[in-house]
């Protein structure tokens, strides 16, 4: 019979953690007996995901200078046009934001690069920010906005391991005003 005093045990205990974690138990979230609210308890957060690694080799052998898009959660609020992979292995292009017209806060482009048959080499990559109006000092940033006309980028590849042959290009972050 000790069954069921271990599950009755068991639920009390869960109920204790859970009222003490809510902080259920006080009326209206105040401290009991003096009217002054609880102090609130954070949980922690699970930490930033960051953006995927690139495949160790391309799903189809690339044509020469190929480059590619990879769609991920920001692809659908940039237009990337003019793609190239220059002779210096890098990529540039022109990249437009379709989706808003605030000021651009943060912005990366990250190129992974591949030999002729497909496997992975290394990588580069490209940040943009924006100033607006309001930047401290008065400075900002008087020429192409990527929210409007667009901008040219180019990511130059760093240490890779062969010849660049073709790359993917995705865009990891996107933070407007």
């Known amino acids: 019979m000790r069954h069921p005093i271990r599950i009755t045990t068991a639920a009390v ?4 953690v859970l009222t003490t974690l809510t ?3 006080t009326s209206a979230g105040t401290n009991p007996g003096k009217g002054e609210p609880l102090a609130a308890t954070a949980l922690p957060l699970p930490p930033p995901r960051s953006a995927p690694s690139p495949a160790a080799t391309l799903p189809a052998p690339p044509k020469q200078g190929e ?3 990879e769609e991920g959660p920001f692809t659908d609020r ?3 046009t003019r793609l190239t992979l220059t002779g210096e292995s890098a990529v540039s292009g022109h990249l437009a ?3 808003d017209v605030s000021d651009v806060l943060a912005l990366e482009l990250s190129a992974a690069y591949y030999d002729s048959k497909g496997r992975f080499i290394g990588t580069g990559s490209f940040q943009y920010q924006e100033e607006g109006q309001d930047a401290e ?3 900002h940033h008087d020429g192409p906005r990527a929210a409007s006309e667009g901008i040219d980028f180019k990511a130059p590849a760093t240490k890779l391991t062969g010849t660049a042959a073709a790359a ?3 865009v990891p972050v996107l933070v407007n005003e």
């Open 13 to 16: 205990l869960g109920a204790v």
């Open 97 to 99: 934001i379709t989706s």
């Open 78 to 80: 940039v237009r990337l």
């Open 168 to 170: 993917v290009v995705s």
């Open 137 to 139: 000092g008065g400075h």
């Open 67 to 69: 480059v590619r898009v």
């Open 23 to 25: 902080g259920c138990g």
